[in-house]
Each structure stands twice: as C-alpha cells, then as structure tokens.
C-alpha cells in the first residue's frame, strides 16, 4: 500500500470547526481515520523540499533525505545542487492508502470526508459549473491501434490565487492520480497549464509523427539552443521522457496537445511542455486528462475540480467542449450517478436495525444525496461523481456501516449449527509425524520452490518433466515446484553440519506433478520423507525406520533390490505395495551426491507417498456441485 | 550394629589384638588403598571409636647433585688429599695436574675448603689447615649421609639415626649446597582402638559394602540387603535429552485448524496451478489489475493451460466483469478475454479454494469452510518476504451473515488462537464489501497489530456462483503469526531451520 503525506494543518484549518464544537485536532486524527478506513502509519516530521526548476515541492522523511531527480522535469539534482531549495520542516499525517479512493488523497478532499463523517457537512456536495469558452477537437487517428490513446476532458479553473502550500497540494494531487487511478499514467494522464500563456479558443488533441515537431519540454530553459526537442528526442534525451518511453514506444505516432496557435501544451503521458507551466503568479489554469480509458479519464477530471475547489474555495469552474469523431460532450461532468438502495437488504447486511430515514443519515454523513423516499423501503440514492469505487449498492452499505462505526456493531455468531470436518490426508498426515517424532525424528519444513540444479543434477538425475515451471520466477533458485522432499532435508543438513550428530529429520508435504488428467493440468501429492545423518548411519537403519513407519501406519511394504543413481550401487532399495506397486525410495545417498551438499557424514534417506501408501484419494477439486 | 564394610574392616583388624597401627600398616594388612583405610579411619574417630596419634618427621633424599658423590669423594676430600701428597702445600693452579678436578672444579672447593678449615690460601699456595681431617680420620657426617642414602634411597631420620649416621650434623653441612639434600615434613598415622572401640566390638558388629549400581547379581541372590547403595548429589545436572518433535510452524498450523475443526467448518483444499480464472476472474478482479501483473503473480510456463468449468459459469462471470451481468453491478466496464482466464497461475492466495467450495456449495444451505495451504507471490527474499508462504482462509455461507455476525465470528475465532482482544476498522480489499482489517492486541508487546483482513464477498462474487445467501470471508498469513509466537527475526528461520531451535524451542510456551 503507498504512503499518502497528508500536511496536518492544512487539512485541520480545512476541517475547520462546526457551530459551538471544538476544533479538531491532530490527536483527534489519530482516532478518527481508522474509524474512516484510513490507516495511519505515524504523524511525522517532513523535511520539505522546492525544485527550482519547475516549482514543484517534496515532502522527505529524515530516512528519505533530499530527491536526487525531480520527477516532474527531471532535474538532477546530484549534478545541480543550486536547483534544489531546502524549505525546513512541516507536520504530515502518513496514511496508508489504497488506491479505490484517490478522492480523499489531498487536504480538500479528506477534510470534505472527515466534515461530513462529523456531521459538520452532509449530503451531496454541490459544485457550480460555469458555460464552456473553449473548445478541444480531437485527432480520429488517436483511436488507431498505433497511436491508442482516444479519451480526453478538460477543463478550466478559474480566479486561482497560489501559495507555496496550495501549489504542492495541486501537485501532489496530480501525482497521486497518476499512480492510483492512472496506472502510472498508462490509463490516465494528468495536465496542468497557465491559461494565460495559452491562445485562441479551439485547442487541437492530434496524433503526430515522433519527428513532426519541436517544442520545448518541461525543465529546460528556451535560451538553451538544444532545449528544442521532437517527440522522439525527448523519449531519447528527458529523464522523465526515459522513464516514461515504454508508454509510447510500441506507437507510430504521439498524442500532442495544442492551442489555437499551435503552442505546445504537452505530449500525453509524457511532459507538459516549458512555455505553459504554471508558476506562483499563475491566476488560471487549463487542465487536461488523457487517456485510454474513457471512464477512467473522467473521474480523474472529476476528482482533480472538485478537490481544487475544496484546496481553493474561491476557484471558478469552467468547462470544456470535446469534439471527437464520437460526438461533442462538455467536460467536466459533475452529474452524480443514481443508484437504488433496498433499506432491508442494507440493514440485514450491515447487521443493524435501521429505517429509511436512520439510512438516508448515515449516507448523507459520507457525502450522499439521499433523494425523498417515495418508498419506505428503498432509497434513492445520487453518488458524487468524484466517487470511483461505488459499482454496487453494496459499496453504498459499506459506506454506511462506516458511517454508523464499526465499533457500534453488536458482535455475534451465525445461530446456524454445522458440524466440523477434516480432510483425511490432514488426518492421515498428523498420524505420520506422530510415528516419526515417536522415532526421535525432528521435523521441518521446506520451501516448495526449487529449481532443476537443487532438484535434479546435485541428485545425479536427468530433469523430471513432471515438475510444474514457472514462466517468470524471480530467482533461479525457485524456478519450480518441488517434485521430492529431499532437497530440502539435506539443505537443512548442510545448514546444520556444526551441530552434534546423529540428526534425524523428516518432512511430510505436498509435491506438485504436471498431470494432464487432471482440470488444471497438475496435481499435489502427499509424500512423507526422512534422513539420518551420522558416523555410522547406513542402509539398516533407514530400513528400519521404513518398517517401523510402515507398520505402524497399518500397512505392508515389499522390499525389492533397485538401481538409482542417487544412491550407492547395491544399497538402494524400492518400497513396493502389495500389488507391486512403487510407493517410495530408500538407501544410503551416493558420496557425490553428499559433496554437493557439502556434506561430511554418511547419509540414509527414505521417501514415500502417503497417498499411495494409504490408498488416500484427494479430489477436492474435481468434487461436483450435487453433492451437497 | 552396622557399620560401612571398609570401617568394619578396619575396626576388626584393630580388635585383633597386636595393638594400634600404622595406616600403611592396615592398608597393607587388609589388601585396600590407603586413602580408602585413611577415609575409613577418620570417619571411625568421628564415630569415637579409634582415635589416631599423628608424629611428624623428617624424610631425606638425595638431589641430583649431591646423588653424585655417592660414588666419587667430595671435591674438597679430593683437594686435601693431593696438598697431604704434596707436602702439605701446592700452587694452587698446579693442584690439578694432582688430581681429577679442574681448575673451575678447584675454585669451587675453596670456600669448602675455607668454611672446614681444611686449608687455607697463601698468596699463589694453598697450605693445608688446622681442621683437616687426618690421613686415619673416617668419614665427615655429610660423606655418611650421602652414603646412607645411596641408591635414591627415602629414609625418614629416626631410621638413619638407628643405623648410626649422624643425621642433624649432616644435614645441617649439606644444607648449604644447592640440590644436595631434599628434606620433607611427613606424618605418620597411627590408629588405635578407643575403650568405646573395644567395648563396639564386644558387643559385636557387622560390616556393609557401599556400592553404586544395583547389579542384577545384587537383585538376584539379595545381596543388596548386605550392601549400602551409595547416594548421589542428586542436584547435579543430567546430559540435555530432546525429544523428536513436529516443527514449530506446524504447531501453529494445527492450531488454526483445530480452531476451525472445533468452530463446525469443513476442510478444503485447492491446486497450487490455478487458473486465472479462479485465481483472479471469479473474485471479480479485473484483467488489467496490477495484482495480476507478471510482476506480482508467478505464471506457469509448465502446463501451459487450465481447463475452465461449464460454460454457464463462465459467461456468468465474463457478463458480472463486463457490466454487471445482473448483479446489480455496473461491472468493471471493458471486454473480458476467456484466454486470459485459462493461464495457469501458482495460486496467490487461498482464497482461490474458498472460492471453488462456493461453487460447489448449494444454494441456500449453510456453509463454513476453510483452507490452510502455501500461496505464491512474486516477492524478492527479504526477512519478512518469501515467494512462498502460507495463508488460511475461512468462509461461512448463512442466511445471517451480516458485517455484525463477521465481527461476532473474529473475536470468537480469534480468542481460540489466544487473542482475547480484537478490534475491526473499515477497510478494503478487492472481493469483499464491506470490508474489515482486524487488530489484535498483542500481551507480549503491549500494542495492537493488524493480522489479517476480513469481510463479506461482494454479490459480484457470490451470485455468479450461484450463491444468493451473504458469505463472511476472512485470512490471515500465517508466518506473521508464528514469527511473533517464536520470536523470530526472519521469515527465513522458519524454513531454513537449525538444529538448536528444532531441539530446543519447547513445546508449550506459557
């Protein structure tokens, strides 16, 4: 889960206070957010820090230390230490965050939650919208394959007033879409201009060639005769046109955003251009989301004006015409979505007893319009459009089991009587280990990842085709499932080669065999094995422990002569069934075998299935529905 | 009357009536070590049966140089002997063309030759003296004792002295020269019977032998009853036993699943190979969620392709993904790819089981059902991370299951793992709604820690099944839990173990 900053007094002075209660405060917090479902990791002291460059400030832990690159321009800080100013200390409120609700992510926003959860401002939010002035047409190429990236809404915000706190909160806000709603810009993309560098009143989203143009990117000076880049350049040569270029690269053409002169605003999802960036004078901005997902793109636009609002209260918001080849729609829509919510359904989920009325409270305090109930029994309900995680009106009972407080659930059990019932393998498995730690075996557990050189060639054996392999492992050490208990009994040994001798050891798990009979095309199986490690330890005494375990799990064994080559030639022998069947491997571990491990004893093993060995069939996979 | 067989032995030779003894003597006598008859006899005078009369004395030897001249004279012996041959004077650089000494030897015997008397230097001549002893003169005390004592003979003074050898003169002369003589301070013991010893033994008495092991021999002609078993310092510590014992993890294993045998759930189990469509499609995770990226989820290369189940649930769940399907749900709103949901996956949580069981469960029925197995994640090692680790899932599928029946159902699971204290916080997890982080209040660090989430499946994932009741879901991973129950700094000590914390780590903590 990431880690939201949260400036502490920014969000309190947005809190505010309601009539006659007493401000809240910071110890306030400590209780109250994971009452809302925000996880706090501590109340901090962050060290702040500006990029010269493009304005844009870090907040850093102590442990963090100064960002050695700007991820807004890329300035390199290590090389340009001038360009980084060192802004002292301010207090922030960690949270750990999941990425569903990007709307409470900035000061506006939380404190828009925290309000109405304290009854201080309740029902839905209600946000002016003023008449379009500006129109963006956009390019059909951008709904080709090679140049994807169709979806776009605008919108403009006017009478900002900045400071060096509202300008980090704006910024941050950008950056924490990125990640949590556009998949680090690949769904949606966000960008932020000074409106009065921008000309004309029809701005053009086009599909260009990677050479078509040039125009000077984010973070480098126009006096700078090499500022001027094309598309491709800035892939080639900008930090963040680096870090972002797998977004593009696949494409034959880039989506670049222009005025109604042709001046650069920025070239989706890479970088704003240098000319309209917005600095601390800025007293308007345009603001624009790209993307490929039409849904996505517009709840982000929906979030970014309506926190500004709740970070700026003064801001006017403007919006946008998008004239595409689907149609010509006003962006940002603020019409909240409807949904029907059924009062029994919500009470008996929750677990309360609530009426229409209790209901309609309870989600008016989490920023729900509640329209009047003609039925008693069903609810009207309008979700803010800056809401992205309500699919179903079950995500509108969680919001009101929020709302009335988890603490206040009365704790009880289903009344339903069930009886209990273990798996035999489990059961049979339990008997296993009792015999072997009756035997003065210990036991361990083993990772069941392997790979072919633990597995196979330390063992003297071709690779078993039977083992299940991982197309993306992220070691070569676990590149398989393990098809053998015994790798990882003489790993142990080999850990343990200090200690006194005798060891005994065992381990009773499952193996996984590729097996096309079976609907996943693979299968677990129960195997049980031991060794002994010793001075004197040979092939008698793993045979006896073999007879004694077999005995004692109420079963008969036959001992055939075999030949493995993992064992010494003429001490290896089969484990057999009455019918003949192979059911395990016993003998004494071949020297080589013992020098790959590293090993300077005598080694007995011994390895069996359970499931064969009791005749335990497993099938819970493949168990159909009748049954019941 | 008994008495410890060695003590009768001892008190028995001394009512034999030759009179008190020396403990050589007695040891000697009796055939036993003397620190035996020495231990013995203490343990009598304790008694007041004996009593022992100590003398000290004086044992001689020879050193290794005075061992020298028991078989050639004294040097100043020597040097008298050439001055009488001589004339009664010499040059004292000529004395040794006289004799065997050399001219070293020589200048040592003069301050013999001094102390005695025996000669005296004039200018270059050494003229003999008053003292010297006479051509007819026998040996001086310190030339006897050197011959009594020949043969690296010990002998205490009273013995030299009865044979005639002037001990104190002699030894008193050897005194002064390094090595010569070696006098120690011996005692001797002589023990004798007290009127309570005679009156003992008139009364008569037994011995008892003391013994350590009770033989069978012993058990069997009852000759244990002669003999005392010798008692031990029973607070001496024993050799360390260590028992063959299940690993520590597994106890923790079979503690969640005997919580849940007790609570009336039933037992499943799934494949490590998972279809996506399992894994991930029927829990309403999208196709393009970050979770089931290459980077988070192992997919397997080996089989290559998981069959999927009846059509009916697949297109239930294809629709549920898309928009909805008549769940009520406005879906996730993008084309969902059945080939997609037929890639293998190691599965990356248990609760891939759980879902499967909801499949086969049938509608309308009660249902608890939980699952304890590995689950993979594509995690880099670290000490709280493996790309393998355990996880237990439960479910309970009821007509009241409500978010009040899953806090109701967390405490009481919970306080059978030994968490009287827990708490729920809202939270969120992808296939739950509403859904619920539990905190548990921890004794042994005096803080609440967060184990595990919980909370009821979303309709998106139950009606799909087929399921209409409500299901309370809730997991936890269990090495988190069994790395605070041990102490445990390392994920990794848990599967990489040692042989120490295998023998040692008992099986019951308090």
């Keep these: ?628 | 009357m008994e008495l410890p067989k060695n003590e009768y032995d001892v008190l028995a030779r001394l009512g034999a009536g030759e009179g008190p003894r020396l403990v050589p003597v007695l040891a000697d006598e009796l055939g036993l070590d003397q620190s035996v008859v020495s231990a013995a006899c203490v343990a009598l005078r304790e008694a007041g049966v004996v009593e022992i009369d100590e003398t000290s004395y004086d044992e001689y030897r020879l050193g290794s140089a005075g061992a020298v001249y028991v078989e050639r004279p004294l040097p100043e012996r020597v040097v008298v002997e050439v001055l009488r041959a001589q004339g009664g004077s010499c040059r004292l650089t000529e004395v040794p063309e006289h004799c065997e000494l050399d001219a070293g030897q020589v200048g040592q015997s003069l301050r013999w030759l001094n102390q005695r008397k025996w000669a005296r230097k004039e200018g270059d001549e050494l003229v003999l003296g008053d003292g010297a002893p006479g051509p007819e003169a026998g040996p001086e005390p310190d030339e006897q004792l050197i011959k009594a004592l020949a043969g690296e003979r010990v002998a205490s003074a009273g013995e030299l002295e009865a044979e005639g050898v002037p001990v104190a003169a002699g030894a008193k002369l050897l005194a002064k020269r390094k090595n010569f003589l070696v006098v120690k301070q011996r005692t001797d013991r002589q023990v004798g019977l007290t009127d309570a010893g005679r009156e003992l033994l008139s009364q008569g008495v037994r011995g008892r032998q003391k013994v350590t092991q009770l033989t069978p021999e012993l058990l069997a002609e009852g000759g244990w009853r002669d003999v005392e078993l010798r008692p031990y310092d029973v607070t001496l510590a024993a050799k360390k036993l260590y028992p063959g014992k299940e690993h520590p993890f597994q106890r923790t294993l079979d503690r969640v699943r005997r919580v849940f045998l007790e609570m009336g759930f039933e037992e499943i189990s799934s494949p490590w190979v998972e279809a996506s469509f399992w894994d991930f499609d029927a829990l309403f995770q999208p196709q393009d969620h970050p979770a089931r990226d290459m980077q988070d989820t192992f997919y397997v290369k080996r089989p290559g392709r998981c069959e999927l189940p009846a059509d009916g649930l697949v297109e239930q769940v294809k629709a549920t993904h898309e928009d909805g399907g008549g769940t009520g749900s406005t879906g996730w709103q993008y084309r969902w790819s059945r080939d997609l949901a037929h890639r293998p996956v190691l599965r990356t949580h248990t609760t891939a089981a759980t879902i499967r069981a909801l499949a086969r469960h049938t509608n309308g029925r009660p249902g608890k059902y939980f699952v304890i197995g590995p689950v993979f994640r594509r995690e880099t090692v670290d000490y709280k991370h493996l790309p393998v680790f355990h996880q237990v899932d439960g479910i309970i599928v009821d007509k009241q299951a409500s978010l009040a029946t899953l806090v109701g159902t967390l405490s009481a699971f919970y306080r059978k793992m030994g968490f009287p204290k827990v708490t729920v916080t809202p939270s969120f997890f992808p296939y739950t709604e509403p859904s619920a982080e539990v905190h548990l209040y921890l004794e042994s660090r005096k803080d609440w820690v967060e184990m595990g989430g919980s909370g009821l499946f979303r309709p998106e994932v139950t009606q799909p099944m087929g399921v209409d009741d409500r299901v309370l879901a809730w997991g936890l991973g269990l090495e988190r839990l069994a790395m605070m129950t041990y102490n445990l700094k390392s994920i990794g000590d848990l599967f990489y173990a040692t042989m120490p914390w295998l023998r040692e780590e008992p099986l019951c903590r308090s």
């Design chain 1, 1 to 628: 889960m990431p880690i939201i900053d949260m400036p502490v007094d920014a969000l309190l002075g947005r809190i505010g206070r309601g009539a006659g209660a007493a401000p809240v405060s910071a110890d306030d917090l400590r209780t109250l957010l994971p009452r809302l479902g925000c996880e706090l990791d501590e109340l901090a002291e962050m060290q702040e820090f500006l990029c010269k460059v493009c304005g844009k400030i870090y907040d850093r832990t102590e442990a963090q230390g100064p960002p050695l690159l700007c991820a807004n321009c890329g300035a390199d800080f290590r090389a340009f230490p001038e360009e980084l100013e060192d802004r002292g200390t301010n207090r922030v409120l960690r949270l750990d965050m999941l990425a569903v609700r990007p709307d409470i992510f900035d000061p506006g926003g939380m404190a828009r939650y925290v309000r109405g959860f304290l009854g201080l401002q309740t029902g839905l939010p209600e946000y002016v919208i003023n008449a379009p002035r500006i129109t963006v047409e956009v390019d059909p190429q951008l709904g080709d394959d090679d140049s994807y990236r169709p979806h776009i809404a605008c919108a403009v915000v006017r009478n900002v007033q900045l400071d060096s706190n509202t300008i980090k909160m704006v910024m941050n806000l950008q950056e924490d879409l990125h990640w949590a709603l556009g998949r680090d810009r690949k769904l949606a993309s966000i960008g932020v201009y000074d409106l009065d560098t921008l000309k004309g009143d029809k701005f053009h989203y086009d599909a260009v060639e990677p050479n078509g143009l040039r125009f000077v990117p984010l973070g480098f000076s126009p006096d700078d005769p090499d500022a001027e880049m094309t598309p491709a350049e800035i892939l080639e040569r900008h930090k963040t046109g680096q870090a972002y270029a797998h977004l593009l690269k696949p494409m034959s053409k880039y989506p670049l955003l222009r005025d109604g002169e042709g001046t650069v605003l920025s070239m989706p999802p890479i970088i704003n251009s240098e000319s309209t960036r917005v600095k601390m004078e800025t007293t308007q901005f345009f603001v624009d989301v790209t993307g490929m997902s039409q849904r996505t793109v517009d709840r982000a636009l929906n979030i970014i004006v309506t926190s500004l609002k709740e970070i700026m209260p003064a801001v006017q918001v403007e919006s946008v015409i998008i004239e595409s080849a689907g149609g010509t729609r006003m962006t940002p829509d603020l019409t909240p979505a409807e949904m029907t919510l059924d009062v029994r359904e919500a009470a008996e989920t929750i677990g309360i007893d609530v009426n229409a009325a209790q209901l309609a409270e309870l989600l008016e305090s989490m920023g729900h319009g509640v329209e009047e109930a003609g039925h008693a029994d069903r609810l009207t309900v309008l979700v803010p459009a800056y809401r992205n995680d309500v699919m179903h009106p079950i995500d509108l009972i969680e919001d009101a089991a929020i709302a009335y407080g988890y603490e206040n659930l009365k704790a009880e059990l289903v009344p339903t009587f069930t009886v209990g019932s273990p798996q035999e393998i489990e059961e049979r498995s339990a008997t296993a280990r009792r015999v072997l730690t009756g035997l003065g075996f210990h036991q361990v557990m083993t990772l069941v990842l392997t790979s072919g050189p633990a597995a196979f060639e330390k063992w003297r054996i071709e690779a078993d085709e039977r083992a299940v392999q991982i197309d993306n492992p992220i070691s070569v050490e676990q590149t398989i499932c393990r098809v053998s208990l015994l790798p990882g009994l003489l790993e142990t040994l080999a850990i343990n080669k200090q200690y006194d001798l005798p060891q005994y050891l065992f381990e009773v798990g499952d193996c996984c065999f590729v097996d096309a009979e079976r609907e996943t095309g693979a299968r677990e199986e129960r195997l049980a094995a031991a060794a002994l490690i010793g001075t004197h330890v040979g092939y008698a005494d793993v045979r006896a422990v073999a007879d004694a375990f077999v005995h004692e799990m109420g079963v008969k064994c036959v001992v055939q002569a075999t030949e493995h080559n993992s064992y010494i030639p003429g001490r290896v022998a089969a484990l057999c069934d009455e019918h003949g069947t192979r059911i395990g491997t016993m003998g004494e571990v071949h020297p080589e075998v013992l020098e790959a491990y590293g090993l300077k004893h005598p080694v007995s093993v011994l390895e069996l299935s359970v499931e064969k060995l009791l005749g335990v069939v497993r099938s819970e996979g493949e168990r159909m529905k009748a049954e019941g």
